[in-house]
T-cell receptor, first 113, second 112 residues
Framework: SQTIHQWPATLVQPVGSPLSLECTVE??????LYWYRQAAGRGLQLLFY??????ISSEVPQNLSASRPQDRQFILSSKKLLLSDSGFYLC????????????FGDGTRLSIL | SQQGEEDPQALSIQEGENATMNCSYK?????LQWYRQNSGRGLVHLIL?????REKHSGRLRVTLDTSKKSSSLLITASRAADTASYFC????????????FGKGTSLLVTP
């Protein structure tokens, strides 16, 4: 069966520090991968998606970047965090075809001080 | 961008009652999906209904889709305290790797 791992679960970082959140998927090949951010009491905002190794599409220009160094690994990064980067970050995967559900990790709660 | 909008934003019912949540969207879709999120956790997929389907059932869940009105509803029958969660509708974006557009969600509270 397929599983998705996302870590860390919580993170407290000072403004201006770097960020690296990691997500890995097991039990499937060539998945589509996604990073979403959820503000308090809001729906999810798509940040990045990837349809293959090294292929990253950015949805919203911002202080973040993403990379996919391996087929089932997706990394969200920042060189210098801003206060506005606080939020709940969720990684997800799907089969990459129409009419397929997405499967989410447990999320990372990021607080910027 | 958010396409789906759920209604109501919050719903409070007692165990055993039915809960109905509605979702409206703006553009044409391939499918509409419903997800559940427990507080502080990731989203769990509940049900997917294709654009050529009108109704779908899964256990105590019943989803309807009206593409002419661009709306969907999620009915949870005989609710339980464990159903307490936020519920989101989402539509897919074929030109964006099938990423999802989510609404803001309905917060459901089921009291014993």
């Amino acid at each position: 069966s397929q599983t998705i791992h996302q870590w860390p679960a919580t993170l407290v970082q000072p403004v201006g520090s770097p960020l690296s959140l990691e997500c890995t998927v097991e039990g499937t090949s060539n998945p589509n991968l996604y990073w979403y951010r959820q503000a308090a009491g809001r729906g999810l905002q798509l940040l990045f998606y990837s349809v293959g190794i090294g292929q990253i599409s950015s949805e919203v220009p911002q202080n973040l970047s993403a990379s996919r160094p391996q087929d089932r690994q997706f990394i969200l990064s920042s060189k210098k965090l801003l206060l506005s980067d606080s939020g709940f970050y969720l990684c997800a995967w799907s089969e990459g075809t129409s009419n397929q559900p997405q499967h989410f990790g447990d999320g990372t709660r990021l607080s910027i001080l | 961008s958010q396409q789906g909008e759920e209604d109501p934003q919050a719903l409070s019912i007692q165990e055993g009652e039915n809960a109905t949540m509605n979702c409206s969207y703006k553009t044409s879709i391939n499918n509409l999906q419903w997800y559940r999120q427990n507080s502080g956790r990731g989203l769990v997929h509940l049900i997917l209904i294709r654009s050529n389907e009108r109704e779908k059932h899964s256990g105590r869940l019943r989803v309807t889709l009206d593409t002419s009105k661009k709306s969907s509803s999620l009915l949870i029958t005989a609710s339980r305290a464990a159903d307490t969660a936020s519920y989101f509708c989402a539509t897919d974006r074929p030109n964006s790797g099938y990423a999802l557009n989510f609404g803001k969600g309905t917060s459901l509270l089921v009291t014993p």
